[in-house]
């Protein structure tokens, strides 16, 4: 699993990539959609260290 500091640096990068992959070729392309996917991913695993943190 990745580190809290990773995670956040991850989701930027995959934001910015998200951005401009989807101003370029159509937020509804195939590539975008691929990149939102493992952007959601990523998001996911911050809120459940989140969320582990918690307890």
């Known amino acids: 699993m990745y580190a809290n500091d990773e995670l956040l640096v991850r989701i930027e990068s995959q934001r910015n990539k998200m951005t401009e992959v989807a101003l370029d070729k ?5 590539e ?8 959601d991913r990523l998001l996911n695993l911050y809120e459940k260290a989140k969320e582990s943190r918690k307890i």
């Not at 159509?26 to 195939?30: L, Q, Y």
């Not at 975008?32 to 952007?39: K, M, V, Y």
Request: hydrophobic share 45%; charged share 10%; aromatic share 8%.
């Open 26 to 30: 159509g937020f509804t392309s195939a």
């Open 32 to 39: 975008s959609i691929a990149i939102s996917q493992e952007l």
